[in-house]
Structure formats: C-alpha cells, structure tokens
C-alpha cells in the first residue's frame, strides 16, 4: 500500500490530520472517496472534465477547511456528497447546458481496484449502492422519477411540477413517498444511521 | 407550523428541493423543534445515500497529482465561493441543524426578508429570518471590514428612525450567519440595512450601507 497506516484510519482521523497540514492523510481521503465524488458529480454533469473539477474543489475545500467537519454531526460521505453535489449543480446551472439522462437503468458497480481503499470501506460503500439500487428499483416510476430530478438536477419541487405538468401537491406527496421508502428500505437493512 | 404539513416539507428540504425562501423557513422551524430536527437528519441520510445510485467511475489519475500539487502550494490558491441560493441554505441548514441552544421557539411562521447589497457592497447578499422575536442573518460575498471597522444592523421606522440590530464581523468564508436583536415591536420598523461602523458600533448609521432589505 503507498498510504501504509493512512489506510487504517477513519475519515475523523484523516480529516484531524489534515486540519494539522498533513498531505498524506489528503491523499489518503481522496483515495477512500474520490471516485464515489466524482460518479456523484458525473452523473449531475454528465461531463467528467467539470465533474472532475467540482471533486477537486471539493477536496480543496476539504484542505483547507478540514477543521469545519465535526464527526458527531454525521458521516463525513453525508457531508461530502453534499458538497459535491450542491457544487456539481451549481455549475450545472452556471453551464445552463441540457443535464446528462438520469442514472437508469442501474449499472454494474465498477471494482475500483486502483484506488486502494480499505477493504471496509470497498464493502460497506458496495453493499449500500446495491441497497440503494434495490431501494430504488422497488419505487413507483413516478415516486423514482421525482427522486432521481430531485436529486440529479437539483430542480425544487416547483420546478418538478411545471417540468412534468403535475400539480405542486401530488410532486410534494411523490417526492416523501419516495424519501420516505428509501429511507425505510436503507433503514431496516441497517445501511443508514 | 404544522407538523403534519412539515413531514413533506421536511423530505423536500433534506432533498434540497425547496426554493430559497421556503428551505429557510423550514430551517428557522428546525431551529425550535427538536423533533423535527431529528427526521430531517434521517431525510438527510436518506437523500445522501442517493449519490450511490450513481454509476461508479474513476477520476483521471491526474486530478489527485492535481489535489496534492496544490495543496503543496504549487498552484495558486484560488478561492471559489459556493453557488448562490444553496450557499446560503447550506450556512442556515449548518447553524440550525447543529446549533440546537439557538434559542429559537417554536410559534409563529418564520419570516423571511432578502437582502440586496446595497452601494458600498453591490455583491453581497443575504437573508434575515425572523421568528419569534429571534432572527438569523445569513450573508453572502460581504468582505471582512477593515481593521477597526464592524457591521451594524439597523431597523429603521417609517420615520426614518434607527435602533441597532447589533454588530457582527464576517470571516473570510463565502457566507456568514449571525444573530440579530430585533426591535419589539418589530411592526413598527419597515426597513432593514446593514452598514460599516467603527468599532464597537454607532449610536445611529454613520458608514456606507452594505445590505439592505424590506420588512413587511
């Protein structure tokens, strides 16, 4: 392993190292979590060159800001998926370019062998994508469609309504439908907090 | 607000698909209500985990050679500030969610107020959420002041007539959120601005305005 021990460590403990300057513990956390970034970013964008830039932003304000993160808040992937994703649309908006299709049908989880994660990580991130897949695939297509836009475009409920020429209420009773099936899903597998 | 009402809201909100001024309505009731608090955060892992169902893909290996070049201080440093309306919840959704001592009570509806940069500061912008008698202000792009200077808060009357909303210095980040002492009876004001002010503050607005907005 190049990051012999950095492996090891959890994001709590990178993300103290990092606060202290430590370029190793970076490159260790960009490791264990730029390609789920980076898919996240891809799938918004749908053009790696931007989603590649947002994933380096992100991670630049993770450099810079390590301190920020407080692990009793949650779980540093809530936290930087966020980010990600609240960067990715926005330079989507910024683009004003037409949105990549949204992410169907799912596809087979690609082995990210050269990215050297911890073997914890590899499994726990697997097993939650395939939870999120099933989750997913169990909804109405209505419910997911609302979801994935939601999601994916970043457009609010507004925006939803006037794109599939539905009714404020039945896109706000979708999109908890939806959540809230997901969440139950993930819940009872044990896969969220 | 309806607790009913608030389970979608909620859901739309740790999706992130309210519009501004709804998303930080929600927050300012998240601020006073515990509970509701809580289901939010389950939303809000919930939503999160949807960035799985992305289809897994590498990055080149060159952006990582691109991270630690710059974070070894060979690239310039280059700030970027956060999108508009998003940073501005994400600064609310950070403050409420996490910051339960607050103080904010649970009655009537938040009251939103946008502000607009005013001359001495056409980029900024910023919001003031209202709820009973508590208020936030959350603020964009305003640069820190300089040595010796803060911001003021003014409420002023019909009148023209000022009282201080308090004093605040922003960091060097993209946004900032502070609390404001609001003036009772806030029906009596109709404006809102903030200003540049010497230390420690002025009895009435004596600086630049930077910020300003209208209450209804």
Redesign the interface.
Known sequence: MKEAGYADLEDAALLARIAGGD?QA??AL??RH???A???A??ILGD?ET??EV???V??SI?QHAGAF?PE???F??WL??M????A??AL??RRARPPQL?EP??E??E?A??DPSVEDLVE?RE??Q???EA?AALPPAQRQV??L???R?????E?AAHLGEPLGTI??R??LA??K??DW??ERG??? | MDHEILEEELAAYALGALPPEEAAAVAAHLAGCPECRERARRYREAAAALAYAAPLRRPSPRLKARLLARARGAERRRERGLGLGIALIAAVLALILFAPSLGFRFGAPPQVVPLQGAEAAPDAEGYLILEDGQALLVTKGLAVPPEGRVYQVWFADAAGRRVSGGIFRTQPRPYGVYTVTVPLPLTAYARIGVTLEPEGGSPSPTGPQVLRGVLR
């Open positions: 370029e970076l490159a960009y490791d730029a390609a789920r980076f898919s996240l891809l799938c790696p989603a590649e994933v380096l932003d991670f630049w450099w407080a808040r949650g779980r992937t809530t998926h966020a990600v994703r609240h960067r649309i926005d908006r910024r992410p799912p596809e989880e690609m990210p050269a990215l991130a939650l994508a939870a999120v897949r997913l979801l994935e939601a999601y994916f970043g457009w609010t409920h507004r939803i706000k009773s999109l908890y959540l809230r997901v969440h993930l819940a896969m969220i907090p």
